[in-house]
């Protein structure tokens, strides 16, 4: 207006004057802060980018869960057939015995003779001899399926267990001491044995390993013990069996009665360990009971004394902590790698956390180039630890590291 006062005149001179003043500050302003504005929308992008990959590996292991469950649930029925079947024969060869005796004693004393005192008996001598030959293949067959049926039932199990620890949200893990279970040690796996092997190198359990763990799981969660699922657990509970405590003083006859009541389906069941593990996790001592558990099967000690894998005390621990798998080879459980990174990686010849944790960050980085424009943006600086950190079972130090990263990155 000053202007204009000035210059009466030239009104429409500076209205352009004006204008193009106006649009060429525009100008500078978005150059100077163009750069900015991209690098927060790539940033953005590689957010989302990220978000998709961990809901198509959620969407996946549910799938996955599933087809496991729906075929263990069907080969555990025609077990549970097969057992019957077989249990049904071998009563029928008791009873065909025990009628075999009977006539043994009749003819015996039938066939007395007076002067000699001798009898034939060859012929029930080969007939006992056939039935008995007759009695081991079944027994033999018998305990055949008997070790199938407990491994499937541990499958089982183990997918109920994961079913019921569905994975939160967010992550918020604890870090657990474990052994590093790709290390294999053979030991007395007695109740006994076990714990008494482990209280040599550590008799009382730290106050921060039984937080952690106490945390977590309550008193009352039977489904810790390694072979006990939801089922068991409530048969247990309706007989009187509610905590750690009262399951650790249970005697194994007490145990046994409960499942035999509740239907041939349990009776196969042995709960000759649940009272030792049960007792472990009543007195706090965390690491012992993830050691013993993994000298077993199906909740039973096996005869080749050999750890192996993660206990079940693990496994549902990662589960509650947001760890989406305690697989060795799901190389997606580190932050950063989804299902494509992974396959390139495991073409290169990493297949397992334990060889992502042993394996340069500028090696990976070759591969990621190798394989194209769009996996060049990836950083593996921080794969090796997560790996590491994972390989051991240190869940709570995985979760914290991975919470101070950004799509895998520092």
Request: aromatic residues 6%; charged residues 30%.
């Amino acid at each position: 207006m000053i202007l204009l006062d000035i210059c009466t005149e030239c009104t429409w001179q500076i209205i352009p004057m004006l204008l193009g003043a106006w649009l060429l500050g525009w100008l500078f302003w978005w150059l100077a802060n163009r750069p900015k504005y991209q690098e927060i929308i790539s940033g953005l992008e590689g957010d989302i980018d990220g978000l998709k990959t961990k809901v198509s590996g959620l969407e996946e292991n549910v799938r996955e869960a599933k087809y496991e469950t729906e075929k263990v649930n069907v080969e555990l029925a025609a077990l549970n057939t097969s057992h019957s079947d077989l249990a049904l024969q071998h009563n029928i060869a008791k009873e065909k015995n025990l009628d075999l005796d009977t006539k043994l004693a009749a003819a015996l004393a039938a066939n007395k003779v007076a002067s000699t005192g001798k009898v034939d008996t060859s012929k029930l001598d080969a007939r006992i001899a056939s039935l008995e030959n007759e009695l081991g293949t079944k027994a033999k067959a018998h305990d055949q399926l008997q070790t199938d049926y407990d491994a499937l039932k541990a499958k089982y199990e183990s997918l109920e267990a994961q079913s019921v620890a569905a994975p939160p949200p967010t992550k918020a893990k604890e870090e657990t001491p474990t052994v590093n279970v790709q290390e294999s040690a053979k030991v007395d796996v007695t109740p006994l044995g076990i714990a008494n092997t482990l209280e040599s190198a550590s008799t009382t359990p730290t106050k921060e390993e039984s937080s952690n763990v106490v945390s977590i799981f309550k008193k009352d969660n039977l489904q810790i013990v390694e072979g006990i699922g939801p089922k068991i657990e409530s048969l247990l509970k309706d007989g009187g069996i509610n905590d750690w405590a009262t399951l650790a003083s249970a005697d194994q006859h007490k145990l046994q009665t409960i499942l035999d009541n509740a239907g041939s389906r349990y009776r196969i069941h042995d709960p000759k360990t649940w009272p030792e593990q049960a007792k472990l996790a009543n007195d706090g001592k965390w690491k012992e009971l993830k050691e013993y558990q993994r000298f077993l099967g199906g909740g039973k000690e096996k005869s080749d004394t050999v750890a192996s894998g993660f206990s079940k005390v693990e496994k549902l621990e990662a589960k509650l902590l947001g760890i989406r798998s305690t697989n060795p080879q799901d190389l997606k459980v580190i932050e950063g790698i989804g299902p494509k990174i992974e396959k390139l990686l495991k073409e290169a010849g990493i297949n397992s956390w334990k060889e992502l944790a042993t394996t340069d960050p500028a090696k990976i980085k070759e591969i990621l180039s190798e394989a194209g424009d769009s996996f060049r943006l990836a950083d593996p600086k921080t794969w090796p630890k997560q790996a590491n950190l994972a390989n051991k079972g240190s869940w709570k130090a995985l979760q914290e590291y991975q919470d101070i990263l950004d799509g895998g990155k520092e």
